[in-house]
């Protein structure tokens, strides 16, 4: 024993996690709530934007930084007392915004740069009007509103050929910018994932808090959460709700749930809040 106070940093996933199909998590609220009773810090970790995460975050009453963008930005709310400690932040919003990879402006700087020396032949959400994103996407023009306040990636659709991809990709590289194949798009961004934001929303804590001893719990339901549950000191394997096949993070301490989305997270966390 060590005589430090222990505490938990919860990163979650959002869709397929904490949320089900009909982006409800009821099924969670007595785990959420029994965090805030605790003070453990709940992070929110998506590939969603930060203007589509923040109602969230106000229902949830979580108070903790924001990882949005699949990594791309670690938003910090201004009145938190992490504020201090997370560096010379932009700030908008109420967040101080820290960018582990590349900032969207940067990245559609070289993007643009790029397509108007080389004529690439593409399109993204920065050339689009809300109705394009609409049609693109299926979501409403509210929602396609907040999709489109992106500030660390840019979805683009490819019209060229294959060859010229790889000679794109290759210069992006150069500028520290990678294409990560979606469902629906190609998506530029920076070198970062959402382990990184993991891994710096738990800085930010053991600097202002450096008298607790934190342990990182991360849960998530698919490929792309993977990273993250590896870079925690306990993962959470959330089942699709779709059937996809179960995530196989490696090290110590991993719980699979046998429900999936929110009945499956308050399943885990009970079992941990009870231990
Ligand atoms: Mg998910």
Known sequence: MTGMREKLIVVTDLDGTLLDDSYRW?????????????????????SKTLAEMRDLARELETVAPLVAENGGVVAVPEESGLAEYCGGAEKRDGYLLNFPGTSRERILEVAHGLRAERGYRFEGFA?????????????????????ARRVATEPIRWHDSEDRLAEFSGLLGGHGIRILR??????????????????EVAKFYRLAEPGVAWTTMALGDSANDLGMLNAADIAVVIPN???????????????TATKAGPEGWHEALSHFLEH
């Open 182 to 199: 979606g469902g629906r798009f190609l998506h530029l961004m920076g070198m970062c994932d959402k382990a990184g934001g993991l891994r």
């Open 127 to 147: 050339d689009w009007p809300v109705e394009t994103i609409v049609g693109h996407t299926g979501l409403s023009a509210e929602q396609a509103g907040l999709s």
């Open 241 to 255: 709700l779709h059937g996809g096949p179960l995530l196989k993070p490696e090290g110590g301490c991993i719980f």
């Open 26 to 46: 009821d099924a969670a609220a007595e785990s959420v709530e029994e965090l805030r009773r605790r003070g453990f810090p709940l992070v929110l970790n998506s």
